[in-house]
């Protein structure tokens, strides 16, 4: 089913390329981008990440959130300053849209601070945050302490394209 609306975004970016010099339609080109990511579902859980404080909070029957760690609204610069290489490549965009659909399970509060975080390259958000990420063991389906282990690393990995293209074109200068 995510492969629909991969093609709906797609489309979507292809049909609004001549709107993307223009700053004012930038966010609401990035919105469209990023509806079709979230409404695809979780179809890219890989690996199964949660946060040690959603966990805790899971325990205690609050609410958690899925984070899309990837950032699929930046991400979205990165194809449409480069249609040549990752919209008008069909494979390549398709790579990106499920790698976009990544998400981690995080409590509400770490979603939020995550969300407001623009000044840190993406794959070290968690890092920079201290945000403490558990890995679910495989063939495991719930989220508990037994059921998970200590991530190795804080720091997600991330396409080299991707963490240049932030560093020139979105995270600030000092």
Same mark, same amino acid.
């Given at each position: 089913?995510?492969?629909?609306?991969?093609k709906?975004?797609?489309?979507?970016?292809?049909?609004?390329?001549?709107?993307?010099?223009?700053?004012e339609?930038?966010?609401?080109?990035?919105?469209?981008?990023?509806?079709?990511?979230?409404?695809?579902?979780?179809?890219?859980?890989?690996?199964?990440?949660?946060?040690?404080?959603?966990?805790?909070?899971?325990?205690?029957?609050?609410?958690?959130?899925?984070?899309?760690?990837?950032?699929?609204?930046?991400?979205?610069?990165?194809?449409? #300053? !480069?249609?040549?290489? %990752?919209?008008?490549?069909?494979?390549?965009?398709?790579?990106? *849209?499920? &790698?976009?659909? $990544?998400?981690?399970k995080?409590?509400?509060?770490?979603?939020?601070?995550?969300?407001?975080?623009?000044?840190?390259?993406?794959?070290?958000?968690?890092?920079?945050?201290?945000?403490?990420?558990?890995?679910?063991?495989?063939g495991?389906?719930?989220?508990?302490? #037994? !059921?998970?282990?200590? %991530?190795?690393?804080?720091?997600?990995?991330?396409?080299?394209? *991707?963490? &240049?293209?932030? $560093?020139?074109?979105?995270?600030?200068?000092?």
């Open positions: 089913m995510w492969k629909h609306y991969c709906i975004g797609h489309d979507t970016l292809v049909a609004n390329l001549h709107n993307w010099k223009q700053q339609y930038r966010r609401p080109i990035t919105r469209l981008w990023y509806v079709c990511v979230h409404a695809s579902g979780l179809p890219n859980p890989n690996p199964p990440l949660i946060s040690e404080q959603a966990l805790r909070d899971k325990e205690k029957g609050l609410p958690i959130s899925d984070d899309h760690c990837y950032a699929p609204e930046k991400r979205c610069y990165m194809i449409m #300053d !480069n249609p040549d290489k %990752y919209l008008f490549d069909y494979d390549t965009f398709e790579n990106l *849209f499920f &790698e976009s659909t $990544r998400t981690i995080v409590s509400k509060e770490e979603n939020k601070l995550l969300s407001k975080l623009n000044n840190v390259p993406v794959h070290q958000r968690y890092a920079h945050l201290g945000i403490i990420l558990r890995e679910r063991k495989e495991n389906n719930r989220w508990t302490w #037994d !059921n998970t282990i200590p %991530y190795e690393n804080n720091v997600l990995e991330q396409m080299e394209d *991707f963490i &240049e293209y932030e $560093r020139i074109n979105i995270l600030p200068t000092e």
